[in-house]
């Protein structure tokens, strides 16, 4: 009783609260959004309208008490009503993160990102944007994998979405966003500056992740196959975000066991690629020679676009264990300003996941 007499709370700010009455509240998340339902006070105490008037910003009950606003003699049934409201996400206690006061009251997710582990592949220019965001949104713990190091400061401070101290000629990728993300917010940030090509140094890296993201600027065939790999070989889930000129290829979201692998989505990708499949073969070829290797730029409001979603996939997938990528891709074209799906079928005989595949047909 004295914990909720002096406990600080607000109302929700996820959720918005309107009064139909002082004795009926009818939440919303969003005009059109599914969480929506109706809270009555059958005993008619207008208890209802006056607890949550008094706490649209952050109060107690003993401040509405010392206001007047509740009489002494309904101090019991507005602290039984405060914990109903506290219980059913309508008020948020003082202390509790925003973040997953949304997520339990609007996704009513049953994990804690707090709990969360993700291992993420690429510190440039994408995967700085996504790990920044994964930080605001207190993941448990990130740890950065790369080999690169920053060539020109001048480019580097335009697409780096980094204090300039940070973005030096020389300065490791790795280090430079560490040392950023490390200054705010619960998150245990790391990093190794080793080549995310290494099977070895990912099989160590990925062993304890609950979930895996690979941020490439542009397109690398040769490192999503690797990933691709090693994921298998250690059943962990895992993202693909991918830049390649001027569109986004964000997903899908690989779960080794239930869905598509990334080598039958590159199949699927290629033969989908109609007319102009043998200039796609070629640029696919020079994407994958040593001696063509070049840095392909995209502008940081599309790689600040592929971020968002990105995030928020991650989001989904930790906290409910479900994502609206799963064995699916986002294909975002920011030159037609087109965004289109790309379902990923699994293939029978597929020769990067079929050896991890529980059974098989016999005649398959």
């Known amino acids: 009783m004295n914990d909720t007499l002096e406990a600080q709370y607000r109302v929700n700010p996820h959720l918005r609260v309107i009064f139909t009455s002082d004795d009926e509240i009818l939440i919303k998340h969003g005009a059109r959004s599914p969480t929506s339902r ?37 101090q019991q049934s507005a602290s039984e009503l405060i914990e109903y409201l506290h219980q059913e996400q309508v008020l948020q206690r003082a202390g509790e993160d925003v973040v997953q006061t949304y997520l339990s009251s609007v996704v009513r997710a049953p994990s ?8 993420q592949v690429g510190a440039g220019y994408l995967g700085s944007r996504i790990a920044e965001e994964l930080v605001r949104l207190q993941i448990g713990e990130l740890t950065l994998l790369d080999d ?10 335009r697409f780096f979405q980094l204090p300039p101290r940070l973005v030096q000629t020389g300065r490791s990728y790795v280090g430079s966003v560490v040392e950023h993300l490390q200054q705010g917010g619960d998150t245990r940030v790391l990093g190794q500056h080793v080549s995310v090509l290494d099977k070895d140094a990912l099989r160590a890296a990925l062993a304890s992740a609950h979930l895996v993201v690979v941020a490439a600027e542009s397109m690398s065939l040769r490192l999503m196959h690797t990933v691709n790999e090693v994921a298998l070989e250690l059943r962990k889930p895992w993202l693909a975000v991918q830049m390649d000129g001027s569109e986004a290829f964000v997903g899908p979201l690989f ?31 020079a994407l994958n020679s040593p001696e063509l290797r ?8 599309f790689v600040q676009t592929a971020c968002g979603f990105a995030a928020t996939a991650v989001m989904r997938f930790l906290s409910t264990g479900m994502c609206f990528l799963l064995g699916r891709c986002l294909r975002i074209d920011f030159e037609r300003l087109s965004v289109d799906t790309e379902e990923v079928l699994r293939l029978p005989r597929c020769p990067a996941c079929s050896p991890y595949k529980p059974y098989r047909h016999t005649y398959l």
């Open 148 to 157: 690169r190091s920053m060539q020109s400061a001048e480019l580097d401070r």
């Open 294 to 301: 070049f840095e392909h730029l995209s502008l940081p409001p």
């Open 112 to 119: 804690r990102l707090t709990d969360a582990r993700v291992v």
């Open 255 to 285: 779960v080794p066991g239930e869905s598509a692998c990334y080598n039958e989505f590159q199949l699927q990708h290629e033969a989908s690629s109609g007319a102009v499949k043998d200039e796609y073969l070629t640029y696919k070829e």
């Open 38 to 74: 109706i809270v009555r006070d059958d005993g008619r105490t207008r208890l209802l309208g006056t607890v949550l008037r008094g706490l649209q910003s952050h109060g107690s009950l003993a401040a509405l008490l010392e206001r007047r606003l509740i009489p002494a003699d309904q």
